[in-house]
């Protein structure tokens, strides 16, 4: 009899396997031929680990604030870095991302990998786990070749996107009652055709949805919207649900007004286009369209009129677009939905209706946004299912 089992070695169950007590008798249990198949990819091959911040702006990233705030709390930013840095993986900062300093994700696994030796806990590759049964005696883990007894039991087996990373949803949906599994941190299709010509196009906008607002790049491809703000609203917006976009987000449309207003006292012959293209930061293949849009792109500052003006305004601060489709689940970053938070006590991520089996990760049903978060969140998870309150 084991005393701990993690099932898949993913971010989340390989930190917990490297924080276990190495007098514990501990089993990991993974699919595929190697660890950490995900985590190798994360960050465009650079791992971005974490984010460096004020901790209370950074539980409001994920679609829980509420659930995640102590866990995160628990085992913050900071204190991730510290773990790394302290037991010989240096980190850098690259903006506001944390990275490997060797800015290869590889590294993290292989990081985890070496700590897990250390405590000497057992691994099995290739080995996927079919069903998990408990009774009052112990956990039974249950793969096609073999039945394990455990007393404790860690599931990290991630969600449902990228499925050839070996988080397939499969196990999750078997054993436990999860919400319904959903693109998240998703490129999206709009119903509006209007940005079909910006292909490779990318400006910094402000992107607004209900009570919410983003700010960072967004990315035309052509068929489709991407980029951080366009992959954080995903998280939230529902399909036919309206968005809108700020173009210049950094002057007020009051501020816009009158700088093109007092423009035209002393430049009265320059093109509105001309213009504005010295007073923003956008792209001119984006302002081009939208001045189109409005009729106005020969039109020099001395006949523009002011109900004109406030109509080519309105588009550049308030854009409106309405969401058509995400990418399909296999091919979002995380999913949403999966194991229910209301089932989960998060002072030690076990089921409350059995202790001895704890979640941890991309399993439970939140999301955080781009940069980091869903990979501290696996971390400080795993933490906390390892050390409790
Ligand atoms: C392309 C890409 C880039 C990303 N970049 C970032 C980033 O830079 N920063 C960030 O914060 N997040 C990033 N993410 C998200 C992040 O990788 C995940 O949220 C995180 O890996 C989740 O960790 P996890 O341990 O819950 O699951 P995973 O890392 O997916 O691990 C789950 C493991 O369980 C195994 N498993 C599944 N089912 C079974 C079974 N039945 N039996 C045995 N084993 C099983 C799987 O094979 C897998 O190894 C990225 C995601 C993708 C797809």
């Known amino acids: 009899m084991y005393d701990l089992i993690v099932v898949g070695l993913g971010a989340s169950g390989l930190f917990a396997l490297a924080n276990a007590d190495k007098k514990l008798n501990v089993l990991g249990i993974e699919k595929n031929k190697i660890a950490g198949r995900k985590l190798n990819i994360t960050g465009g091959g650079r791992c971005n680990i974490t984010k460096v911040g004020d901790i209370k702006d950074f539980v409001n990233s994920y679609t829980d604030p509420s659930f995640v705030r102590p866990i995160i709390h628990a085992f913050n930013n900071e204190k991730l870095i510290e773990y790394f840095e302290s037991r010989g993986l240096n980190t850098m900062v690259d903006g506001e991302r944390v990275i490997p300093k060797s800015e290869n994700a590889k ?161 009265a012959k320059k093109l509105l286009k001309t213009v504005l293209l010295e007073i923003s930061d956008m792209p001119e293949s984006l302002l081009k369209l939208i001045i189109n849009e409005v009729n106005l792109e020969n039109v020099k500052l001395a006949d523009l009129k002011s109900k004109d003006l406030n109509l080519l305004i309105e588009k550049l601060k308030k854009y409106t677009l309405t969401l058509k489709e995400k990418f399909p689940l296999e091919k979002a970053i995380v999913s949403k939905g999966g194991v229910k938070v209301e089932d989960i006590d998060n002072k030690t991520m076990a089921l409350k209706k059995d202790n001895r089996i704890m979640v941890v990760g991309e399993a439970i049903e939140l999301v955080g946004n781009c940069g980091g978060y869903n990979l501290q969140f696996a971390f400080s998870s795993a933490h906390r299912a390892i050390f409790g309150k």
């Open 107 to 267: 590294d993290v696994t292989q990081f985890f990998l070496k700590e897990i030796e250390k405590r000497g806990h057992k691994l099995h590759f290739e080995e996927e786990i079919i069903d998990i049964k408990a009774d009052d005696e112990s956990i039974k883990v249950i793969s096609k070749a073999s039945e394990y007894e455990c007393k404790k039991l860690i599931f990290a087996c991630g969600g449902a996107t990228y499925v050839e990373t070996g988080s397939d949803g499969k196990l999750m949906k078997k054993i436990f009652d999860i919400s319904p599994l959903e693109p998240a941190l998703s490129p999206m299709y709009i119903e509006e055709s209007s940005f079909d010509s910006l292909k490779g196009v990318t400006t910094n906008v402000k992107l607004n949805y209900g009570k919410m607002s983003f700010k960072g790049n967004i990315l035309f491809t052509g068929s489709y919207l991407s980029g951080p703000v366009i992959m954080d609203i995903s998280n939230y917006i529902q399909l036919g649900e309206k968005f809108t976009l700020d173009f210049i987000p950094k002057k007020t449309i009051d501020e816009l007004k009158l700088e093109i207003k007092e423009k035209a006292k002393t430049d």
